[in-house]
């Protein structure tokens, strides 16, 4: 009995107090992050008789922020009492829309111009990524972006990034150029010789194409690294 009364201590707050309600008639911007988590979560957990807030705020104190929560994997977040699959997934879900709209804001007219446009704009989505992911980016002849898509997840070979690849869709969107970019785990942004290697590679393929490879950007933790800014895309 005394489980249930807590499960039901959110409803019998003052209307102003609860999570759903303050937003409705404030704005989510006068929400706390337990609160704001608490609304994604809906509901709580009858065993361990905790309100949607009382684990939201579980959940903040486990990972310790919304960036460390959006790093963490689903078999990791189902691993706080109280947290199954739907709940981790609604989660996720939210983390990552809101990962999309930053990244929608960040382009300027829908064109990149710099490579701090483009850092910008996959940065926050990539650069707490624990394994590396390869990303080719898409532009017209203005460079307009057009579309990105995943070229590879994991370790980066000259095997799996193969010019067939990356190529593949630029040549069906009818693209004008491309720019490669992906992320180090480790957090340092420095090329290794594998992406050199890989750089002059598809470089030498776009070349035959009369694609542009306009730029190789790596995203690291706290900065990035251009080739193009370095003067490392002649071939």
Same mark, same amino acid.
């Given at each position: 009995?005394?489980?249930?009364?807590?499960?039901?201590?959110? *409803?019998?707050?003052?209307?102003?107090?609860?999570?759903?309600?303050?937003?409705?008639?404030?704005?989510?911007?006068?929400?706390?992050?337990?609160?704001?988590?608490?609304?994604?979560?809906?509901?709580?957990?009858?065993?361990?008789?905790?309100?949607?807030?009382?684990?939201?705020?579980?959940?903040?104190?486990?990972?310790?922020?919304?960036?460390?929560?959006?790093?963490?994997?689903?078999?990791?977040? &189902?691993? &706080?009492?109280?947290?199954?699959?739907?709940?981790?997934?609604?989660?996720?879900?939210?983390?990552?829309?809101?990962?999309?709209?930053? #990244?929608?804001?960040?382009?300027?007219?829908?064109?990149?111009?710099?490579?701090?446009?483009?850092?910008?704009?996959?940065?926050?989505?990539?650069?707490?990524?624990?394994?590396? $992911?390869?990303?080719?980016?898409?532009?017209? #002849?203005?460079?307009?972006?057009?579309?990105?898509?995943? &070229?590879?997840?994991?370790?980066?070979?000259?095997?799996?990034?193969?010019?067939?690849? &990356?190529?593949?869709?630029?040549?069906?969107?009818?693209?004008?150029?491309?720019?490669?970019?992906?992320?180090?785990?480790?957090?340092?942004?420095?090329? #290794? *010789?594998?992406?050199?290697?890989?750089?002059?590679?598809? $470089?030498?393929?776009?070349?035959?194409?009369?694609?542009?490879?306009?730029?190789?950007?790596?995203?690291?933790?706290?900065?990035?690294? #251009?080739?193009?800014?370095?003067?490392? $895309?002649?071939?």
């Amino acid at each position: 009995m005394r489980q249930a009364e807590n499960l039901q201590v959110i *409803k019998n707050w003052p209307e102003d107090e609860r999570p759903r309600e303050r937003l409705i008639k404030f704005g989510a911007e006068t929400l706390s992050h337990a609160q704001l988590l608490a609304i994604i979560l809906r509901t709580g957990d009858r065993v361990a008789g905790k309100n949607a807030l009382d684990m939201a705020r579980d959940l903040l104190k486990q990972f310790g922020g919304f960036r460390e929560l959006e790093s963490a994997g689903i078999n990791e977040i &189902v691993h &706080v009492k109280g947290i199954g699959i739907a709940k981790a997934a609604q989660i996720k879900a939210a983390l990552e829309m809101g990962k999309r709209m930053l #990244s929608i804001d960040r382009i300027t007219n829908n064109r990149f111009i710099t490579s701090r446009d483009v850092a910008d704009y996959y940065q926050s989505a990539m650069k707490g990524l624990k394994k590396e $992911m390869f990303k080719t980016v898409l532009l017209d #002849s203005k460079n307009c972006f057009i579309k990105d898509f995943i &070229v590879s997840e994991g370790s980066l070979t000259e095997s799996i990034v193969h010019p067939r690849e &990356v190529f593949n869709s630029a040549v069906k969107e009818s693209a004008a150029a491309v720019i490669l970019v992906h992320n180090h785990p480790s957090g340092d942004p420095a090329p #290794s *010789k594998e992406d050199r290697s890989i750089t002059t590679r598809l $470089m030498k393929a776009g070349k035959i194409l009369g694609i542009n490879v306009l730029d190789h950007i790596i995203i690291g933790r706290s900065g990035y690294f #251009s080739f193009s800014d370095e003067k490392l $895309m002649g071939i």
